[in-house]
Nanobody
Framework: QVQLVESGGGLVQAGGSLRLSCAAS????????MGWFRQAPGKEREFVAA????????YYADSVKGRFTISRDNAKNTVYLQMNSLKPEDTAVYYC?????????????????WGQGTQVTVSS
């Protein structure tokens, strides 16, 4: 079992930056592939970024590539999402997720554990 708690969301103007954190706890939290997803009102949850347990594999959605950076500190059991050059269309609830498998993936349904989400609002 893995427990996930996100933090760092908030209100920011377009062009600004935010850094999200996801604190993980549980037996395999430091070795689990992790991902960030987001869900805007009226839309399905979508993939944002994923990272393997040792950070040798990293994936991004095309919409955030070059602006967002995912990273992890296994000693602190924490995954980060640095978001730069934010746009109003980035407004959503951002969720951290972990999976029991060994490989980082971009598919929502393949993640087993989810945090409660943190709101990110980007004003124009």
């Amino acid at each position: 079992q893995v427990q996930l708690v996100e933090s760092g969301g908030g209100l920011v103007q377009a062009g600004g930056s935010l850094r999200l954190s996801c604190a993980a706890s549980g037996r395999t939290s430091s070795s689990a592939p992790m991902g960030w997803f987001r869900q805007a009102p009226g839309k399905e949850r979508e993939f944002v970024a994923a990272i393997s347990w040792n950070a040798d594999k990293i994936y991004y959605a095309d919409s955030v590539k070059g602006r967002f950076t995912i990273s992890r500190d296994n000693a602190k059991n924490t995954v980060y999402l640095q978001m730069n050059s934010l746009k109003p269309e980035d407004t959503a609830v951002y969720y951290c997720a972990a999976r029991s498998g060994l490989v980082a993936v971009t598919t929502t349904r393949m993640y087993d554990y989810w945090g409660q989400g943190t709101q990110v609002t980007v004003s124009s």
